[in-house]
């Protein structure tokens, strides 16, 4: 049975990637490219958009994750934590193709949550006396020298979740959770792949991870197909 398009958050992949261009910001969740949307990553390869920037958490494989968009040169900054699973990355890193600004992990996952809950900065001893420290301001507090990081938010988020209901509520299979929760928190436009489309009531209220006030967006499908499976 078709799920009803109760909210208009369902969408066909044709109109929910026609929010994302030349320049956008792009936050996405995954990690090592488990938890990162094949489906939208593929609709983002063959649009062709051009200078995008991307915030995660690791720039993926070269034929996995957002990894493909790095290969095809559609990428040219981005904001992460690591990119040594994708060579192509370091290699346009090196020729100053790509700029990187490296962000730990930890630190990366406090700086999407609080461009997400609207926190103006967040103090970290983390990265201090390091690269990750260069060009930002520190501070004094409690006797402690504290870095001072920005919070980080984006044009589009782009989701990757296991069940979804029309609302926008969802649910995320396994450790493909990681930063999808945060990610969708982050951005103005927030896209999520579901896996599964479920009727308004069908999720459990206690396993709904992402309650759908954040959710904009919705599309259904596998690799590189969509489906429509609403009225």
């Known amino acids: 049975m078709a799920v009803k398009n109760v909210y208009g958050k369902l969408k066909s992949l044709e109109e929910a990637v026609a929010v994302i261009s030349d320049d956008c910001r792009l936050m996405y969740g995954g990690f090592g ?49 690591h990119i ?6 370091g290699k346009m890193m090196n020729e100053g193709a790509m700029e990187i600004e490296f962000s ?5 996952a406090e700086r999407i949550r609080a461009g997400g809950a609207g926190v103006g900065g967040i103090l970290l001893d983390v990265g201090l006396e390091t690269v990750v420290a260069r060009g930002k301001p520190t501070v004094i507090f409690e006797d402690r020298e504290w870095l001072i990081e920005s919070p980080l938010r984006a044009d589009v988020a782009l989701v990757y979740a296991a069940k979804a209901d029309p609302f926008g509520n969802l649910v995320y299979d396994k450790s493909a959770r990681n930063f999808n929760p945060l990610v969708a928190t982050a951005a103005d436009i927030t896209i999520v792949h ?11 209220p206690e396993e709904i991870v992402t309650p759908g006030v954040y959710v904009d967006m919705i599309v259904t499908g596998k690799g590189g ?6 009225e």
Not at 84 to 89: I, R, Y
């Open 84 to 89: 040594g699973s994708n060579p192509v990355a």
């Open 104 to 108: 730990p992990q930890g630190t990366l």
């Open 194 to 204: 579901a896996e599964e489309l479920v009727e308004l009531g069908g999720l459990d």
């Open 33 to 81: 490219g488990v938890g990162t949307s094949p489906l939208l990553i593929d609709a983002i390869f063959n649009k062709g958009v051009r200078r995008l920037t991307l915030i995660g958490n690791d720039a993926g494989f070269p034929q996995v994750g957002v990894g493909r968009l790095v290969c095809n040169g559609q990428v040219s900054r981005m904001i992460t934590t």
């Open 225 to 230: 197909e969509w489906t429509w499976a609403w």
